[in-house]
């Protein structure tokens, strides 16, 4: 407002009325700043309080304190999807009791480990699950009665890999209960980008490998299936089971071609693996619609159309012909713009437009995210949606999830390799495929096509949930898995139990 001067701890009002407002302002008064903050200042709603050390010029400039500025700063602070960014951690500072890390490749990668044989972190365990068991006493009371009446052990250790913008957090219900049917260790680490797994920079992690040896992206999928087999060695293990849940379970997959040797079964939940249409015999389906139709109608039929047939016949050639030297002519130069579509995309992506983009897409959808991979979104409660959100809080999540998305949309498929539709039925290890009736992330339709392009595949689907079976329904998804692996290993393991209650 021109024309009021502050002398220290005194205004001055030349005029009768606040410019501002319609107060009335005693011309000349000189009134103290407490009387101002308390009275006028309270009445005026475009009224800025300065403190007492703050002084304003005639012209309208202004200077002002360094305990202001910072108290308008901590009002701005940022947040993504209710977490403070002004004060991330490193990772490391935010791990839990029982967690573990172990360096892979240049990568600290976050893990935890359920040992049945050992009770050392059943009470950090318990204190993680205490909301959810308190909320779902029935279900630990039948996990419990259904651990107690097990008699028979796998004896193999389990690897969990969780899905995308999951982490260790969500096998938190489920590691001792497995590790109960196992009879062994249960393991369930964070792939880069997600978790505490330590956020390395992808170009610099790069650029330190030579031409001939040059280090493979943290973020890719190829390093994520080489972390696994690296905790197979970690395990002091031949063979393991491999459970993978959502985009997890192309990673199980994946390492299931890279050693075949060393899983001995797969669990998919929830699979985010894209099934291939079942086979259909069209020629079959033309006989049986043939049979419909009397002698008189197809000899007719044949006549009156016969001559639009071959027109059409002649013209689909012709196309046919053109558009494969057309194809063959352009097939290089369409390659190579896929190819500079993906890396523009790529580059997008890594820039800080892409990665202003990604924190933006979390904030206004990550919390939503969660609630909906539920049957019920009301089971989403605070305490779980903290544990999705924790790792928003590790210094370059940000970056390393627009690097994470980058290196995804690079996996094209090496052209050595048969597209993943078709090497499906190449599994022959026992594969169980779990899913809710009701996910809206990953439809059970697709798991069911999906078991019947693997051979010999089971599926199981529950009912009344969503896209986690793992949280949602533990004591069933429990059981199912025993079941299965009893099944499987049952006889070949132990032949005498072959009567065990289940």
Sequence with gaps: MSGIVFHQQQVVFPSHHCKC?????????????????????????????????????????????????????KQKREKIAGIDQDELLDPLLLADADSCFCEFRGVQIHHKVYDAESQSNNAESQSNDAESQSNNSSQSHTISQIAHNRSWKLGLPMILLHGFGASVYS????????????????????????????????????????????????????????????????????????????AGSLVAVDSYFEAPECI?????I??????????????????????????????????????????FEILL?????????????????????????????????????????????????????????????????????????????AKGWDKALAEFTAATLANAQPESKSPMSKRLSEISCPVLIITGDNDRIVPSWNAKRLSQAIPGSCLEVIKNCGHLPHEEKVDEFVSIVYKFLHGAFGDQKEPSLQGAVV
């Design 21 to 73: 407002c319609s107060v009335p302002r005693i011309k000349g008064e000189r009134v103290g700043f407490p009387y101002l903050q308390h009275g006028y200042a309270d009445s005026c709603p475009k009224f800025v309080k300065l403190s007492p050390h703050a002084v304003v010029s005639g012209s309208g400039g202004a200077q002002y304190s360094e305990q202001w500025l910072d108290a308008r700063k």
């Design 171 to 246: 096998w938190s219900r489920v590691m001792k209960p497995l590790a109960e049917v196992t009879g062994s260790k249960v393991l369930a680490f964070d792939r880069p980008a997600f978790g505490l797994t330590s956020r390395v920079d992808a170009s610099t992690y790069l650029s330190t490998g030579t031409n001939a040896a040059k280090p493979l992206n943290p973020y890719s999928l190829a390093f994520s299936v080489l972390a696994t087999l690296h905790f197979i060695d970690f395990l002091a293990s031949e063979k393991i089971v491999l459970v993978g849940h959502s």
């Design 264 to 268: 001995e079964a797969l669990i998919l």
């Design 270 to 311: 929830a699979p985010a693996i894209f099934a291939p249409n079942a086979a259909q015999k069209p020629a079959e389906q033309d006989k049986a619609g043939r049979e419909n139709q009397t002698e008189g109608e197809i000899s007719n039929s044949n006549m009156l159309a016969k001559p639009f047939i071959k027109i």
């Design 317 to 393: 050639k012709f196309i046919t012909c053109i558009t494969q030297a057309i194809v063959q002519m352009t097939k290089g130069m369409t390659d190579m713009l896929n190819l500079m579509y993906k890396r523009t995309l790529s580059a997008i992506l890594r820039s800080a437009f892409g990665v202003m983009l990604i924190r933006v897409i979390i904030d206004k959808f990550g919390r939503a995210a969660v609630r909906s991979a539920w049957h019920d979104p009301n089971q989403a409660t605070e305490h779980v949606l903290n544990g999705y959100t924790k790792p928003l809080r």
